[in-house]
């Protein structure tokens, strides 16, 4: 086999085991396929706007080629021309490359004629070698170029030479590649001038470099194509980035990784991106933690938001919104924080103490009516209550400040305790000023001889001092803090304290003033050290950090009183009819009897009155 026959062997079979890698459909079937795909909306599609994306592509149908025929002449325009003499005429052609052209007076031209001629002549095989090294020469240079029109013209001219030679039908399927990889080009180019880059119905460049692609990966137009569609992906996906959507970002590299995962710009794109995510993870972080803060919940929701875009840790996601929901309902603070407000004076005002969120049974199903039936209470809302009962030295802050007269003061008496006689009588010129037994008190003991509208005038006073809403606690949250989690008879148990926990009744206490009194009904073997009021916060803490709730002194609150809990707030609110005369005092105090220290006890008394063994606390809303 000669070298020119091997040379034709080589490009037949490379063009053939091309073709069939390719996988090759029926090249029967026509071109209306591939038409009825090229009909391109010229509406315009932003990028911006993500459609849905399909990366699925039809089989590549590949453009079927009428019969390419081979060269026809006029011999007779040769005349009567010898042999010899069209040999002569061919070698002049060789010589001056007159291959193929031009028309009539071409190699291929006289070789015809001269087979017509003298089909036995012995220069024809080697005219024949020399066209046939043309031709391929011409093939590779019309492949490279796309040249659909000059594969035909070779084809035409291989039919002319030697119609049965394999090379043909390898052609023929090359030239159904380049045709349709010519048209593929044009309509993505097309499409990429009108912006269609992805589209819903898959009419679009992405899908049009996707079939060029599969026809024919090496083919250069396929490659110019496809590097066009993955640039324009790869500037919106770095455009999405800087405008802080990522997820659109990443959707668009994917995008461009499914036409050439290994293309390095994509890599480089998405570190970029990784950069500019993280940039923007962190400062996020910082903004949320601001406006954390200055509780600022709507910023603080809209940071989360962005940082559930860009994939933040669950964990730490849960974290952030529960410090949302914390902010939203304690403010600035947590359960059981100790904080206090200035006057405007600057002066410090009671210790206030966070209260936690929970539920309770409240009342008493054993107890008198007034205490039934029993209901659930649900505590959701943050609020603070004063560490201790109010102080003589805290009303007193308030008394120089408003120049306010008490009930007391205007009905020129109160109830104090008598020591010779151990009652409780009345007595004139007793006011705020003075203790237990009509002494003037000490600052640090509870305020006593306070009445309902007294303790409310003080709450309106601390609101107006620090511009929030304190108030006297509601009976259900007062029982809410004296139970403290318990569900007991009394805070601490069923009996008799274990320890000295509160200033109560025990039949241990004694009087200095006089030796002879003692409790008949107080707790056995308890002695706390104090007959009439404890100075505050003198005994152990509760489980919500609140001193004296159960003793010391009995606590106003704001409710009206009610003869039984039927038609009660269940939301832990104020129980309050309009101009009731009636309000609710909880709590026991340093001379009560066992049952009134229970958590469901409650008492019934005029809004005016007062008494040695009756002080208040406060509570403030943190929201």
């Known amino acids: 086999m000669s070298a020119k026959e091997i040379i034709v062997l080589l490009i037949g079979l490379f063009l053939i085991g091309f073709l069939y890698k390719m996988k090759f459909p029926d090249e029967n079937v026509m071109t209306e396929q591939i038409e009825s795909t090229s009909q391109i909306s010229t509406t315009p599609v932003k990028n911006q706007q993500k459609p849905d994306f399909n990366p699925k592509t039809n089989s590549p149908i590949l453009d079927s080629i009428l019969d390419v025929p081979a060269w026809t002449f006029d011999i007779s325009k040769l005349g ?12 002049q052609s060789i010589e001056d490359k007159r291959f193929f052209s031009p028309e009539n007076d071409n190699t291929l031209f006289y070789l015809v004629n001269l087979k017509t001629l003298d089909e036995s002549n012995s220069n024809i095989e080697e005219f024949t070698n020399i066209l046939i090294n043309e031709l391929e020469n011409q093939t590779l240079l019309a492949i490279a170029d796309h040249d659909e029109e000059g594969l035909k013209s070779i084809i035409s001219q291989y039919k002319t030479l030697d119609s049965s030679n394999n090379v043909i039908q390898a052609l023929s399927k090359k030239l159904s590649t380049v045709s349709t990889i010519n048209k593929l080009y044009d309509k993505g180019l097309k499409q990429i001038s009108n912006e269609i880059i992805i589209s819903e119905d898959s009419n679009d460049a992405w899908h049009t470099a996707k079939l060029s692609l599969d026809i024919d990966s090496e083919n250069s137009k396929t490659k110019d194509l496809v590097s066009k569609v993955i640039s324009i992906l790869i500037n919106d996906a770095l455009r999405a980035a800087e405008e802080i959507d990522f997820q659109l970002a990443l959707n668009y590299i994917e995008e461009a990784e499914l036409l050439s995962p290994d293309e390095l710009t994509i890599d480089f794109s998405k570190n970029k991106i990784f950069e500019l995510k993280q940039q923007r993870y962190i400062w996020l ?21 962005q940082l559930e875009d860009l994939g933040i840790d669950e964990a730490e996601l849960l ?48 107890g008198p009516k007034h205490e039934k039936p029993e209901h659930l209470v649900r505590i959701n809302y943050g609020f603070a209550v004063s560490q201790n009962e109010i102080s003589v030295a805290d009303f007193k802050l308030f008394i120089q400040s408003t120049d306010y007269k008490t009930d007391a003061r205007i009905a020129r008496s109160s109830r104090i305790y008598d020591l010779r006689t151990g009652r409780i009588k009345n007595k004139n010129r007793i006011t705020w000023e003075h203790d237990y037994i009509g002494d003037l008190a000490d600052d640090d003991l509870p305020v006593i001889h306070v009445s309902w509208n007294d303790a409310v005038a003080y709450t309106n006073w601390l609101s ?19 139970r403290a989690g318990t569900q007991t008879l009394y805070p601490w148990g069923d009996g008799t304290p274990v320890q000295i926990t509160e200033n109560l009744t025990g039949k241990l206490d004694r009087t200095k003033l006089n030796s002879r009194i003692r409790w008949k009904k107080g707790f056995e073997k308890y002695n706390d050290k104090h007959w009439g009021p404890a100075p505050i916060g003198s005994f152990i803490s509760n489980q919500f950090k609140l001193n004296d709730t159960a003793g010391n002194v009995m606590e106003w ?42 958590s469901s006890h409650r008492f019934i008394a005029k809004a005016d009155y007062t008494d040695a063994r009756l002080g208040f606390r406060v509570a403030v809303d943190l929201k």
């Open 285 to 305: 972080e910082s903004q949320l933690s601001i406006a954390l803060r200055k509780l600022n919940i709507d910023r603080s929701n809209r940071m989360i938001s």
């Open 464 to 482: 107006e001092q620090t511009g929030k809403n304190y108030r006297l606690l509601s009976e259900s949250e007062f029982e809410y803090i004296l």
């Open 80 to 91: 009567e021309l010898t042999a010899d003499e069209i040999i002569k005429s061919i070698n």
């Open 319 to 366: 974290s952030y919104k529960n410090e949302i929901k914390r902010i939203e309902v304690f403010g600035p603070y947590n359960e059981f924080d100790l904080f206090n407000d200035e006057s405007n004076n600057s002066e410090k005002l009671p210790n206030m103490v966070v209260m936690p969120l929970g539920q309770y049974i409240r009342g008493n199903r054993n």
């Open 557 to 598: 609150v704001m409710d009206c009183w009610h003869d039984s809990y039927a038609r009660a707030p269940i939301d832990g609110s104020a129980w309050v009819n309009k101009g009731c005369d009636n309000h609710v005092i909880r709590g026991g105090s340093w001379s009560s009897s066992k049952n009134e220290y229970s």
